[in-house]
């Protein structure tokens, strides 16, 4: 006879432990939740345990005691490094722990994805693909919303995790599609944090106070939530510490964006003009800084001094 598997708000795993990993483990033992989980960093680790996390000796340790397991992890090699030691983690778990569930929140292609989903597929493991939309400052207060795809009966398990760290959690059916929506908002982030940086030099030329201009813009018609997701960068002019996202991590995922447009042969000639401002804020050494930074550039082409 099978082993029921049923959903619990007792134990859950964090493996990565970064900018957004830290937001969603602060919430999760906010809301709760026994957490245990694992960084490759010591630091990383060592701030889960200030959060009041429990920090693992290993990836596989996370494994062998929550039932849901969150990833949040910076490129496809960690993934894959972190799939293949659950794999081998899989073969040690006991038969009282039935169904694990990885959640994978990272931004990735959907080719690496899916080898990620067959290799756990194999181990008996269930693999979610579950995208975050929010950037990582709106995520230290649970203003993200969950793109969840994949197995449904594997949704309703973790769905009291997804709750205890976000402020909407989404179904929105076959593995993938939760990526394929990521990829449609960033899109769009990319579009409108260009757009807002525009305004905001515009504005600093035309000789208006930043602030003044910010609270007369931001509940018309031309807010948006980028802008308001970086008014304290914009007004003030100083894009560090990063808040959102750095300009060199969006890059990747405007580059998983645009390959995505080009399987689908969907042309993008809005997202295709912010690519070059990217790409010159990186070659400026503008990398580390938040992707709010557009601004300043926007602002050196007007030829004005930062500060002006």
Partial sequence: MATKCTATKSKAGIIGVGVMGAAIAKNLVEAGFDLIGYDIAPAARAHLEKLGGRPAPSNAAVLAEADVVI????????LANVIDELVAGAKNLSSAKPCPIVAETSTFTLADKQAAF???????????????SGSANRAAIRDVLVYASGDK?????ALPVFEGFSRAPLYVGAFGNGSKLKYIANHLVAI?????????????KAGLDPAMTYDAIIGGAGGS???????????SNEYLPVRTAS????????????????????????????????KAALAQGMGQQDMAAISALLQQMAGMKIGD
Avoid: N, W
């Fill in 153 to 157: 009966a594997a949704y309703d398990r």
């Fill in 118 to 132: 067959d290799k756990l597929k194999a181990a008996g493991i269930t693999m979610m693909d579950c995208p975050l």
């Fill in 192 to 204: 409108h944090t260009v757009a807002a940086g525009e305004a905001f030099a515009l504005a600093r």
């Fill in 247 to 278: 300009i060199e991590l969006f890059g990747k995922d405007l580059e998983v964006i645009g390959a995505f447009a080009d399987d689908v042969e969907c042309p993008l000639p809005m997202f295709t003009a912010t690519l070059p401002l990217y």
């Fill in 71 to 78: 990833t949040s992890l910076p490129s496809a090699k960690a």
């Fill in 225 to 235: 939530r980028a802008m308001e997701a970086r008014q304290e960068m914009l007004v």
